[in-house]
């Protein structure tokens, strides 16, 4: 998880003509990156099935759980395997999964993460072309700190991406060379879909 958040520090060489270029390349990359993911978990989930469980990796049941679209992937095709009856303790409980599941969860949850509206990631870049630069700060500062209050009274993820974004990947992205023009209503509709994916990819499993 580490690796591949860090390795998403990117930014514009040149200035991108317009917002639809910033905005075509920003969504392109992490869309189809959870899209890939939710693929190769679930084929990774059927390759589990059909697995010894004594030969597979095991990760935490709450990491598994952190992210609702990836635990729904895995809990209907290893029918149950998340389930926990109300108010049982999770600690401690692991979960085998084949190495396949396990990379396309982790990648998953990193192409969500980078669709986050802050700095200079993905999202920071898709929400810089849907709005001004003004706004587009006053957003990113206000998922910093939702990202903090979640990471200290939540989950560890959270606060380390809070610090990693704070060190890495604050302020805006370079200009586009013609800021004036605003985005179709066609990408609009696609941010929504990346902005959805997003949330569904980061808030925790019932």
């Known amino acids: 998880l580490i690796t591949g958040v860090t390795s998403s520090v990117t930014t514009f060489k040149t200035l991108p003509k317009n917002k639809e270029v ?6 392109a990359g992490p869309l189809a990156g959870i899209t890939a993911s939710a693929i190769v ?3 990774g989930a059927k390759l589990t099935l059909i697995s010894d469980p004594a030969t597979l990796p095991a990760l935490p049941l709450d990491i598994l759980r952190q992210s609702t679209l990836g635990g ?3 809990d209907n095709i290893i029918k149950g395997s998340l389930y926990v009856p109300e108010g049982a303790p999770t600690a401690g409980i692991m979960i085998s ?3 396949i599941a396990i990379a396309g969860y982790i990648s998953l949850v ?4 980078s669709l986050l509206p802050i700095g ?10 849907l709005f001004d630069r003004a706004e587009k700060m006053t957003i990113g500062s ?3 700190l939702a990202l903090l209050y979640f990471g200290l009274f939540g989950s560890d993820l959270f606060l380390f991406y809070f610090s990693f974004v704070i060190a890495f ?3 805006n992205e370079v200009p586009a060379r013609n800021e004036q023009d605003s985005v179709s209503f066609s990408r609009v509709i696609v941010a929504t879909i990346c902005y959805l994916l997003a949330l569904m990819s980061l808030i925790p499993f019932q």
């Open 22 to 27: 910033m905005f075509d390349i920003s969504a």
């Open 41 to 43: 978990l679930a084929f």
């Open 72 to 74: 729904a992937i895995i």
């Open 97 to 99: 999964l084949h190495p």
């Open 110 to 113: 990193v192409n969500a993460l």
């Open 120 to 129: 200079t990631t993905d999202g920071g870049r898709l929400t810089m072309a």
């Open 142 to 144: 206000l998922t910093l």
């Open 169 to 171: 990947q604050t302020g």
